[in-house]
């Protein structure tokens, strides 16, 4: 470690550091980050998406420290997390990254330092802030942090009523440069939300993406506006955009069913306050006859199911996220007026389902992409407030984020994967031990899971 990370990880260590103290930190000429190389975008040219291997296309290595813009802040980060956008990244799929930095290069003078020949990847950070650029007035050196994704210029007007509207709406990490998974990060200031003082930094840094994802999907009027007593068929209700779902249909007075695929994870489910569950690996639903041709009767077997232990209801919402494997069941299911709202597709991207039970049902298929600021700070509000909590089951060392990814692309994980960044250990930058030590069971629920 550099002499002045060095410093900069002792200074947050202290817990009692001034701000000003903060300010004067002399940054590296460098940092250690997690990237994916332009000159290996083609290395898993005729895998098969499953044979693509996270751990041969992530490096970490040095990297320069970019120069700090209007309206920018620079983060020590001290912990990240893995997303299903961090495996896209390393496996160059469904293009490569390289094109988004790209054109993302082209949009200004300033955004031409993203345009690489590397990309520093992660979309999820927690920690401080140690430098902030010029319009900044909210954020300040010291400050403890998380951030969240969205990268937005708005300079547009389609951006000022939902950002995500924005044109030159990009994922921090993923569509830009110098993300998270990294000993430091460029972000922009509104980017940023408060860490919650009764999380480690690894719990602090896990939820992000994730939480914020679920947010928009389901409680937004953006996307599902999830009422009291709505029945919520929730895909992968155990995973790391599932367990944000289950945990916000169960404190927003909704009735989830949580769909998962091992004993395992219907424990957990239960463990969050679900009962009804449908391990589907067991029922044995096989949605597709072939590579090209769906079963409806298997579609009709699993609503039967969700009727079943419902009491005879349908799912008011679909909370959709594995895309091709699922979404022609999910369009089925759905009640008579009901809604799929969709983001990801983790299974792939071109989806297939048959239109009459969605037209002459009057369903609704809704889009949703990550979340605007205030839907991102609402969604960390929650966390502050202990209720929605970390699904964090395991972190890996930053020179270990190739096995990381690796675990998420095969399925091999529950909740959240994270990874130490500059802290050096597990269990560091708790500010309130009491609230903590009240929510405890629950932030330690998916742990080693």
Partial sequence: ??????????????????????????????????????????????LASRDKDPRRSLHVEDVATPELGPGEAIVAVMASAINYNSVWTSIFEPVSTFSFLKRYGKVSELTRRHDLPYHVIGSDLAGVVLRTGPGVNKWKAGDEVVAHCLSVELEDAEGHDDTMLDPQQRIWGFETNFGGLAHLALVKAN?????????????????????????RQLVSKNGAAM?????????GASGGLGSYATQMALNGGAIPVC??????????????????????????????????????????????????????????????????????????????????????STSGFIHSYDNRYLWMNLKRIIGSHFANYREAWEANRLIDKGMIHPTLSKSYALEETGQAAYDVHKNLHQGKVGVLCLAPEEGLGVRDAAKRERLLPAINRFRNV
């Avoid at 002499?3 to 590296?28: C, M, R, V, Y």
């Avoid at 939300?193 to 602090?204: C, N, Q, R, V």
């Avoid at 449908?278 to 590579?291: H, L, M, Q, S, V």
Wanted: net charge negative; charged share 25%.
């Fill in 1 to 46: 470690m550099q002499h002045e990370t060095a410093e900069i990880l002792a200074a947050i260590q202290a817990g009692d550091t001034p701000a000003s103290d903060f300010a004067h930190l002399k940054l590296p000429d460098s940092y250690r980050a997690v990237t994916v190389h332009a000159d290996e975008a083609e290395m898993f040219a005729g």
């Fill in 191 to 215: 980017q940023l939300m408060p860490k919650p003082a009764h999380l480690t930094w690894e719990e602090a840094a896990s939820p992000g993406l994730v939480n914020s994802t679920a947010y």
């Fill in 227 to 235: 009422k009291q007593g709505d029945v919520v068929l929730i895909w």
């Fill in 259 to 344: 769909v998962v695929s091992s004993p395992d994870k219907a424990e957990i489910c239960r463990a969050m306050g679900a009962e009804l569950i449908i391990d589907r690996a067991a029922e044995g639903y096989r949605f597709w006859k072939n590579e090209d041709e769906q079963d409806p009767r298997e579609w009709q077997r699993f609503g039967s199911k969700i009727r079943e232990l419902t009491g005879g209801e349908d799912p008011d919402i679909v909370f959709e996220h594995p895309g091709r494997e699922t979404f022609g069941a999910s369009v089925y299911v759905a009640k008579r007026g009901g809604q799929i709202v969709t983001c990801a």
